[in-house]
C-alpha cells in the first residue's frame, strides 16, 4: 500500500503498510484512512467471493454505525458503497476541504451582494402610475381596487 493513504507517524504507517498486504492467511486488509483518522478496512465476503466488504473502524470509539454518515467523507461514503473503486487519496481528502472552504467564501460574497440588491417585496403593492399596467387599468371601472355599490 502507498503512503499516500495513510497518515500518522512513521510507526503507525509502517503498521498500515504491513496490515495493506494481502497475504492469503490475513483475513481483513486496511485500504486507507481518512484526515480524522478513521481507518477503511476490506475483507473476503464468504458468500460472494468475487465482491469483498468493506468497513470502516472509527478513531472515536464512541461513534457507532449510526454516526458514520456526519463524519465519513463523501468520497469515503462511495468506496464503502462499492461505486467507487480506487480508495480516496490523502491528497484529494486535502483537495476537496479547500474547494469546501473556497466554496463557503464564495456562498458569503454571493449572499452579500444578493442582499445589496434592492427587492420587488419593498416596493408598494400598486404600479406605478405612467406604467403599462396602469395604464391599460386607467378606463376600467372595475380594477378591483373600488367597492361595491349596492
Known amino acids: 500500500m502507498p503512503a499516500k493513504h495513510i497518515l500518522g507517524t512513521p510507526w503507525q504507517r509502517l503498521w498500515y503498510t504491513w496490515c495493506s498486504h494481502r497475504f492469503p492467511w490475513r483475513k481483513s486488509f486496511f485500504v486507507g484512512m481518512d484526515l480524522e483518522g478513521n481507518t477503511f ?3 473476503r465476503n ?5 465482491r469483498p466488504r468493506r468497513t470502516v473502524v472509527f478513531k472515536d470509539k464512541s461513534l457507532d454505525w449510526v454516526d458514520y454518515a456526519s463524519t465519513v467523507s463523501p468520497a469515503w461514503h462511495q468506496w464503502l458503497r462499492a461505486t467507487r473503486i480506487p480508495a480516496p487519496t490523502i491528497e484529494e481528502q486535502h483537495a476537496e476541504n479547500t474547494r469546501q472552504e473556497v466554496l463557503a467564501k464564495n456562498v458569503v460574497l454571493a449572499d452579500a451582494r444578493w442582499a445589496a440588491k434592492p427587492s420587488l417585496l ?17 378606463f376600467c371601472n372595475d380594477s378591483g381596487l373600488q367597492s361595491r355599490v349596492r
Open 41 to 43: 478496512w476490506e475483507f
Open 46 to 50: 464468504r458468500l460472494n467471493a468475487s
Open 122 to 138: 419593498n416596493t408598494g403593492p400598486h404600479p406605478p402610475k405612467d406604467s403599462v399596467v396602469e395604464s391599460n387599468t386607467k
